[in-house]
Nanobody, 116 residues
Framework: QAQLVESGGGLVQPGGSLRLSCTAS????????MGWYRQAPGKQRALVAR???????NYAESVKGRFTISRDNAKKTVYLQMNSLKPEDTAVYYC??????????WGQGTQVTVSA
């Protein structure tokens, strides 16, 4: 059974940091690449960071240099370290497969709010 559990979100001031975690079931985690997505109010969900099974990473231009994605294969967990947060980073963050067609199943996500 597919399962995704995201955590670590919260309210943070501009310039602050958060670390998100996502535990995935094997059927999802074992895909070629995992990613973190985000969806802000009124906007479409978008991929912000991606990591392959071999550790290769890609980032959206808007987060490059500030966010770092990593994975622990033994724990089937993907992390997103977010530094120098900006108000425009406010969104619900989701993790999921980042290889192949858009996934049909999504977890509940974790809310990140960047505000003074």
């Amino acid at each position: 059974q597919a399962q995704l559990v995201e955590s670590g979100g919260g309210l943070v001031q501009p310039g602050g940091s958060l670390r998100l975690s996502c535990t995935a079931s094997g059927s999802i985690f074992n895909t070629y690449a995992m990613g973190w997505y985000r969806q802000a109010p009124g906007k479409q969900r978008a991929l912000v960071a991606r990591i392959t099974v071999t550790g290769g990473t890609n980032y959206a231009e808007s987060v490059k240099g500030r966010f770092t994605i990593s994975r622990d294969n033994a724990k089937k967990t993907v992390y997103l370290q977010m530094n120098s947060l900006k108000p425009e980073d406010t969104a619900v963050y989701y993790c999921n497969s980042a290889y192949g067609p858009t996934p049909a199943y999504w977890g509940q996500g974790t809310q990140v709010t960047v505000s003074a």
